[in-house]
T-cell receptor, first 118, second 119 residues
């Protein structure tokens, strides 16, 4: 049963520390997304990749956030330095190649990383 | 830019009854996809149902069905025979595909509706 995995599931850190979140997308999927969920903003896109190339990172604060896909089995999201306002749940999702007019054109979500920055 | 609006922050329904969750969206695109995702207290995002904009027929998945009104840009979710396990946040989402690149676009979510099913 293929699924998206994320580590860690929970992270508590102090302001100013570096945080790295990892995601293993479903093998064969060509797009990978990072979303952030907060009470105030809801679910919002941070960045996404197609065939490992960044396609859109306009939702990400560039001064402290960075997203990479070093290989097809790993996506990372880093925050340096972290701030209390970064406290949120971070979701990774992956999607298969799009089949126009048919197919499973959906995104599969990982369980999320709950980040708390003190 | 596309937007998704869910006007009901919270709803409740008695077990075994039917409930309808509302969603409207704004877009100038003609090709797109719409989704309902369920998020139980575990936080896992679970796909409930999907609709392709080119299809006139409303999608159904067991007890879940949608009323897709393309001209009105409306996409409501009906849950029949509600069960206690349906208690969750429900998110409506819009996706514009990248047809040339053969890939999905990002999901644009509504703020969600918290559904409580009461015994």
């Amino acid at each position: 049963d293929a699924r998206v995995t994320q580590t860690p599931r929970h992270k508590v850190t102090e302001m100013g520390q570096e945080v790295t979140m990892r995601c293993q997308p479903i093998l064969g999927h060509n797009t990978v997304f990072w979303y952030r969920q907060t009470m105030m903003q809801g679910l919002e896109l941070l960045a996404y990749f197609r065939n490992r190339a960044p396609l859109d990172d306009s939702g990400m604060p560039k001064d402290r956030f960075s997203a990479e896909m070093p290989d097809a089995t790993l996506a990372t999201l880093k925050i340096q330095p972290s701030e209390p306002r970064d406290s949120a749940v971070y979701f990774c999702a992956s999607g298969p190649r799009l089949f126009f007019r048919g197919g499973h054109n959906e995104q599969f979500f990982g369980p999320g990383t709950r980040l708390t920055v003190l | 830019a596309q937007t998704v609006t869910q006007s009901q922050p919270e709803m409740s329904v008695q077990e075994a009854e039917t409930v309808t969750l509302s969603c409207t969206y704004d877009t100038s695109e003609s090709n797109y996809y719409l989704f309902w995702y369920k998020q139980p207290p575990s936080r896992q995002m679970i796909l409930v149902i999907r609709q392709e904009a080119y299809k006139q027929q409303n999608a159904t998945e067991n007890r879940f069905s949608v009323n897709f009104q393309k001209a009105a840009k409306s996409f409501s979710l009906k849950i029949s025979d509600s069960q206690l396990g349906d208690t969750a946040m429900y998110f409506c989402a819009f996706m514009k595909p990248h047809l040339r690149g053969g890939s999905q676009g990002n999901l644009i979510f509504g703020k969600g509706t918290k559904l409580s099913v009461k015994p």
